[in-house]
């Protein structure tokens, strides 16, 4: 007797929890409206230890991970080789640095470790899944760091994000596929790594655009949705515009685009009409 194909699943993850309160609100409303299931928590933020209150009744609706973050931000102790002026560079410099064997591995731990800490004297636990503020985890020595807290801190739990897609797959969803070529590349030998350890991950990594507003967001998730392979995991940057934002982060107006789509009827019919459901991860 011929079994029924399962239903297609997507896990729809929104980026940057903690960064500003509107980012937190606007991603706390589309978790309780069952649109995303899962956040990365930026938790070197001064906005994180309220922001974690706000969050810790919804961890039954949403996967509630630590999204490491290396770049533009302050951390959260001293780095002084990575950030000798006390703010973390740009993601070309960190990249630049990473694959020319620049990063100082004990001081990237140290960082990683007190990001980790914070989020587990919020949330007292730890955390659903790792991944990477602009990808970052995924760069050479960084890499090396996030697999050692997945099982020294994590215990061999919980998931980790791989930013590989097979480049056809990229190619033909016709979607800033340079950018998108580029990241996927730069997580192939950790996506090989995951592989090795059997480490819990993605299996398909979709969602990079240029953040911009010149194609409506909709066709773009429709785009990320479309034919998902198992375990597909798609990016996102909800929120809404707040003053902290502003001083905090480049990327702003856009966030309420993508808010604005997902809580929308139009979100729900289209991925009613393609028979997709949206399910965590870690489920």
């Not at 956040?39 to 922001?51: D, K």
């Not at 989020?119 to 007292?124: N, T």
């Amino acid at each position: 007797m011929t079994q029924p194909s399962p239903t297609p699943t997507v896990t729809l993850c929104a980026d940057d929890y903690g960064l500003a309160p509107g980012v937190s609100r606007a991603i706390r409303d589309l978790i309780v409206l069952g649109r995303l299931n899962a956040t990365g928590c930026m938790t070197g933020s001064a906005y994180w230890p309220e922001a974690a209150k706000d969050i810790a009744p919804l961890a039954d609706r949403a996967d509630i991970g630590l999204h490491i973050t290396l770049t533009e931000q302050r951390p959260l102790g001293p780095m002084p080789s990575l950030a000798p002026g006390g703010t973390l560079p740009t993601v070309e410099s960190v990249i630049k640095r990473a694959v020319t064997g620049r990063l100082d591995r004990a001081e990237i731990a140290a960082e990683v470790n007190r990001q980790f800490d914070a989020f587990e004297a919020e949330m007292g636990r730890a955390p659903d899944f790792l991944d990477g503020h602009h990808h970052v985890h995924q760069l050479p020595t960084v890499r090396d760091v996030v697999l050692d807290v997945w099982r020294d801190r994590m215990g061999g739990r919980g998931w980790v994000r791989s930013c590989w897609e097979p480049p056809l797959a990229i190619l033909s969803r016709r979607v800033d596929a340079v950018r998108a070529l580029i990241i996927s590349e730069l997580g192939r030998g950790f996506r090989r790594m995951l592989v090795r350890a059997g480490v819990p991950h993605n299996g398909s990594f979709r969602g990079v655009y240029d953040l911009s507003d010149r194609v409506p967001y909709g066709d773009l998730f429709r785009a990320f949705t479309d034919s998902p392979a198992p375990r597909t995991l798609v990016m996102c940057h909800p929120g809404f515009v707040d003053d902290a934002l502003k001083a905090a982060d480049r990327l702003t107006g856009q966030r309420e685009v993508e808010f604005r789509f997902l809580a929308s009827e139009e979100c729900g019919k289209s991925l009613a009409d393609r028979g997709i459901r949206l399910a965590r991860l870690s489920a």
